[in-house]
């Protein structure tokens, strides 16, 4: 089984920065990509951005130019470093991996990112 673990959400205010981190623990073998989703208040979660096994990063607009994700999914590791963040950016961050092989999809506890005004 493959678990995440969260880490560096906070407290900031607009136009700061933040960088959250995530670290896998077990199968690494069978990952396809990790990622980033976000969760805010009242709403649905939606994808921030992802990076596959092979390189590949995608982005929402909502965070293209702003946000840089980088890690190695061999070692299990991702990353999202948050520049000029804005309010609308508060919700509650949650890593993502995707995998070849059964359960295909894990994700962690989450991490709580708010951005005051």
């Known amino acids: 089984q493959v678990q995440l673990v969260e880490s560096g959400g906070g407290l900031v205010q607009a136009g700061g920065s933040l960088r959250l981190s995530c670290a896998a623990s077990g199968k690494m073998f069978s990952m396809n990509s990790m990622g980033w989703y976000r969760q805010a208040p009242g709403k649905q979660r939606e994808f921030v951005a992802r990076?596959?096994?092979?390189?590949?990063?995608k982005y929402a607009d909502a965070v293209k130019g702003r946000f840089t994700i980088s890690g190695d999914n061999a070692k299990g590791t991702v990353s999202l470093q948050m520049l000029s963040l804005k309010p609308e950016d508060t919700a509650v961050y949650y890593c993502?991996?995707?995998?070849?092989?059964?359960?295909?999809?894990?994700w962690g506890q989450g991490t709580q990112v708010t951005v005051s005004s």
């Open positions: 990076l596959t096994r092979i390189g590949s990063i």
């Open positions: 993502n991996a995707e995998l070849l092989v059964a359960p295909y999809d894990v």
